[in-house]
């Protein structure tokens, strides 16, 4: 009788037939793992210990979104955009970090404090990037405005005023449809 037979697998060749077949995803995260994908169950799994089980609401904010988002992403109307992930995740490192030097981890609150850092240093980064475009959008638009002869910064004022002019227009209506 062999191993087969009794349906005992040799450790040996499983490990060799595991490798062979199975090569280790592409490193995507920031310590070289493969990157995480967080869906409804994932954020879940992260913030319910620390917020309960009505905690949608009261994580939304710290997340910069609203509870109704975070519904949709369990409902499966949505998926966290990679924007969101971001978001969550930089919340749960800078939680980690209050937690691990509350508890007086210092080497390991350091540590997380080093990678709060850095990924908040990318997205002021990114940031300053969107800024800048935005910026030269509308110092394009105003360009091609002041060769047509238009004030752009008129235009928007203009505009500005007559919604102002038209709500008091309404609110004295209103006003006068109360006093009779």
Same mark, same amino acid.
């Given at each position: 009788?062999?191993?087969?037979?009794?349906?005992?697998?040799?450790?040996?060749?499983?490990?060799?037939?595991?490798?062979?077949?199975?090569?280790?995803?592409?490193?995507?995260?920031?310590?070289?793992?493969?990157?995480?994908?967080?869906?409804?169950?994932?954020?879940?799994?992260?913030?319910?210990?620390?917020?309960?089980?009505?905690?949608?609401?009261?994580?939304?904010?710290?997340?910069?979104?609203?509870?109704?988002?975070?519904?949709?992403?369990?409902?499966?109307?949505?998926?966290?955009?990679?924007?969101?992930?971001?978001?969550?995740?930089?919340?749960?490192?800078?939680?980690?970090?209050?937690?691990?030097?509350?508890?007086?981890?210092?080497?390991?609150?350091?540590?997380?404090?080093?990678?709060?850092?850095?990924?908040?240093?990318?997205?002021? *980064?990114? @940031?300053?990037?969107? #800024?800048? +475009?935005?910026? =030269? !959008?509308?110092? &394009?638009?105003? %360009? $091609?405005? /002041? *060769?047509? @002869?238009?004030?752009? #910064?008129? +235009?928007?004022? =203009? !505009?500005?005023? &007559?919604?102002? %002019? $038209?709500? /008091?227009?309404?609110?004295?209506?209103?006003?006068?449809?109360?006093?009779?």
């Amino acid at each position: 009788m062999t191993f087969a037979d009794h349906e005992i697998i040799d450790i040996e060749e499983l490990i060799a037939t595991s490798v062979a077949t199975d090569p280790p995803p592409p490193a995507a995260g920031d310590n070289g793992g493969p990157g995480l994908r967080l869906d409804h169950a994932a954020v879940a799994a992260m913030v319910r210990p620390i917020f309960g089980p009505r905690w949608e609401g009261k994580f939304a904010p710290l997340v910069h979104e609203h509870p109704r988002q975070i519904a949709r992403w369990r409902l499966g109307e949505a998926s966290p955009s990679e924007r969101q992930q971001g978001n969550v995740r930089l919340w749960a490192l800078r939680t980690a970090h209050r937690l691990l030097a509350a508890v007086g981890e210092d080497d390991l609150a350091y540590e997380v404090g080093r990678v709060v850092a850095r990924r908040e240093a990318v997205a002021l *980064e990114r @940031g300053a990037i969107a #800024w800048g +475009a935005a910026a =030269a !959008k509308v110092d &394009a638009k105003l %360009a $091609a405005d /002041a *060769e047509q @002869g238009r004030d752009g #910064w008129a +235009a928007i004022d =203009a !505009k500005a005023e &007559a919604r102002r %002019a $038209a709500k /008091a227009a309404r609110m004295a209506e209103k006003a006068g449809d109360h006093k009779v």
